[in-house]
């Protein structure tokens, strides 16, 4: 039986490699998920679905759901580690076209990757929080491809070289005009009183699904209001509490920036990671449990 | 033998395929060159051998330029097709990391993927000209990655998207703040009586070889003075000649844009089309012939 370390599967073969033509190594030309995978489901999978297929709407990649979701339970059961793990899923264009000009929808054949690698523990961040550290370089705002979880990472790549190898110090990035977005892996919150601010991402960024599902559905219901602004780093220096989302990793609170310090968690930061960790130990959304 | 059919080696074993892990297809972390290989050379590859290296400091990526040229020597060889033919060769930053936080630029292992494909005929273009089509979704600045060939295209991929499958039609880009870039696939230049005059390319667009080879030497020894500047679609209208250059296919002029028409070649282009060919045809840089 295949072993759950590192399993790849490439369209539906247990392969661990992609054709050289590919136009998601060629160009970028796709999307990609992490998904947190324990007791034998993803629980924000529906979400992650979601992302994929808005991300296939704006790069005119035909995707089937039904197709994915086919895929996903193949590779699935092959998984044999019991263990918490990622899996994630790579979707491209395929091969094919002129140059960057795409083939056309009807003519292109998306290929599908999948993999699986172990989840390392990192609950001691959920408890003691980490620091936010800026990065220099900016990540650009392309109002196009905004949101999305898209394989044009460079920027990102760029931005994370002047980091510490410490998962307790993470970086926060700002778009060209100095407002500040996420970090490089994570969703960004802020909480001010009753009100629980986020960046917009409209011009730059990625809105994670752990995101959606706090400002969709915890928010409301633990009384928050929401917003999506533009914010500057001066704003977040004023809030009362911040945190960090992701769907693989939860809420991890931020206890500092530079000389400013937060309580790691706040109040609404460790309300939000109660009901995070439900979800999670649930293996899926449950309409109860928020 | 193999056959020069899109032969394709990947580390220096002859293979089609890369490992779903590397980098150059989890975030397009890496770039390539795409060069003209005809009579057993590569006629400007000293440029693309300096374009390549610009990018790997920009991104960080270690490269040996001697390594690159043995395990092209080696690529190069098992080509049995004297017909003119392509060759790409995409550097990436290998696998490792922490999700977008790259491995040290020590602990890094680049790939190489090299591929050879056929040289379709476009020469009656390099007679006729083409038009050019702008294109509805302009190429976000980011003025860190600017000029390099990095493998982050999505955003050429999506303005293709509008653009008819016919090679007598090139779509023109341009940035955010409206100057015009380059075609999809080529450098823009106009004449203004003895004026030279490209896109600047200092927040977006990729600086090709025979840009360069243009502006450094086949300029200055034809008696042109050149101006890189931003430039507006006006500017290009009021052009007495325009023409694109490709490191691959030469120089095409451009015989219209809307209603605007221009002579095609006009007679810089003309000039500097010989010039061009006669390094195509000598399969180096001759010194003599430029």
Known sequence: MASSRQLTMVNDVFVDHLKVTD????FG??????????????????????RLERGCRTLLIPMSRTLVESSLSRFVEAISDPAPSIIKLIVTRGSGGQGCKPP???????????????????AHLSRSGVTLQPCRIPIYSNPHLAGIKHLNRLNYVM????????????GLVSDEKGHILESLHHNLFLVKKNLLMTPLLDGAGVKGVLRRLILERFAPNCGLAVREAALSLDELLLADEVFLTNGVRGIWPVKGLATTRWPSPGPV??????????????????????
Chains 1, 2 share one sequence.
Do not use: C
């Open 23 to 26: 136009r998601g190594l060629a």
């Open 29 to 50: 030309d796709g999307l990609f998920e992490t998904m947190r995978f324990a007791a034998g489901a993803i629980p924000l999978l529906e979400y992650h679905l979601d």
């Open 104 to 122: 056309s929808m009807r003519s292109s054949s998306p290929s599908l990757v999948w993999q699986n690698q172990p989840l390392t523990d990192t």
């Open 159 to 170: 931005a994370a070289f002047d980091l510490p190898d410490n998962p307790e110090i993470q």
């Open 269 to 290: 930061t460790a309300r939000l990671q109660s009901l995070t960790e439900a979800v999670f130990a649930g293996g899926h959304i449950n309409k109860e449990q928020i």
